[in-house]
Structures are given as structure tokens and as C-alpha cells.
């Protein structure tokens, strides 16, 4: 089921930060572990939240529809907003400039490809479903299955052949 609107997914977000993990296949994980703040205005708009974990400063954009192209380009935005001001921070204070990662927590997404845009930008996206007054998360991956492996067979051929960076021509 859909949350009844996006500030009330966003609010639970922040009244339960610890019941908000999804399981990997081996263990639960926790994808932030501390709020730095809400509603954070920046000069893309205002970010649903800012988090801290693993070294890392963590956007998050709630959307509580199916998550688009839009909603990527909305979050990347405030992702280059946060490693400007860090980049200025780091020079004044001649602090190591900690590493962002986006976070998209929608109902669904629009389709591969988009799972695939957010690999390639350090995006996580978590899916929701709303039942008995509580959220329960799903963390999706543009994983490549067998049928997508045959149809992409030219791609994977050029991967698999490809010698590496190192190797110049």
C-alpha cells in the first residue's frame, strides 16, 4: 500500500531511524545511522533529509509515488549542492572531504534503466510498503538476469574483453 502522503513517510523516517534497514540477502542494514538534519534548503531546492553513516553525508529525497528520471536529477542536484559546500568547508579547514551518497525511497520505480542511472551515480534506492501502520523497506539493484545478459551480448562481450584502465593504446 502507498503512505497516506509524503510527510508522513518522511516523518516515521525520522521518529523510527533505526526500523528503517532492509535485508541484503545475508544480514538486516541499517542504510544511515544519524540525522544531520530535515528540510535542508540548498541552492537546487530543499532536501527531505540529510544523514551521517559510514563516513559518509547522505541526501535523502522521499518521494511517495514511483520514482522517475526527475526525482534522480532532483537528488544528484543536491548531491553536487553538498560536496560544493563540503569542497569549501574541507579548504577552510583543511578537512578530508567525506564521500556523499544519494538515498531515493520511493513506492516503485519507472524501470531499469533508472536503477541502472543510480548505480552509475551513487544512488541507493529504497522501496516501501505501507501496511498497519508501518513502513517495511526494500533496497533495489539493477541486477542483470540471464535473459538481459543474452540481450545485451555485444555489451558483455566488450566488458569481458576489456584489459583495464592501466592498459594504454
Not at 97 to 118: M, Q, Y
Not at 142 to 163: C, F, H, M, N, Q
Request: hydrophobic residues 40%.
Amino acid at each position: 500500500m502507498i503512505a497516506p502522503s509524503e510527510k508522513h513517510l518522511e516523518d516515521w523516517i525520522v521518529a523510527n531511524p533505526n526500523r528503517v534497514r532492509y535485508f541484503d540477502g545475508q544480514n538486516w542494514v541499517r542504510p544511515f545511522h544519524h540525522l544531520m538534519g530535515r528540510q535542508i534548503k540548498t541552492m537546487s531546492g530543499v532536501i527531505d533529509l540529510v544523514v551521517w553513516g559510514d563516513s559518509l553525508v547522505c541526501p535523502i529525497e522521499i518521494k511517495r509515488e514511483k520514482l522517475t528520471a526527475h526525482h534522480l536529477v532532483q537528488l544528484l542536484s543536491y548531491m553536487g549542492d553538498i560536496d560544493c559546500y563540503m569542497r569549501l568547508i574541507a579548504y577552510q579547514e583543511d578537512k578530508e572531504i567525506p564521500r556523499i551518497k544519494g538515498i531515493l525511497i520511493g513506492h516503485s520505480f519507472a524501470d531499469r534503466r533508472l536503477l541502472c542511472a543510480c548505480m552509475g551515480a551513487n544512488v541507493e534506492v529504497l522501496t516501501y510498503q505501507y501496511q498497519s501502520g508501518e513502513y517495511l523497506f526494500q533496497r533495489v539493484h539493477a541486477g542483470v538476469t540471464d535473459y538481459e545478459r543474452r540481450s545485451a551480448k555485444g555489451l558483455v562481450d566488450l566488458i569481458e574483453t576489456w584489459p583495464g584502465p592501466e592498459v594504454q593504446q
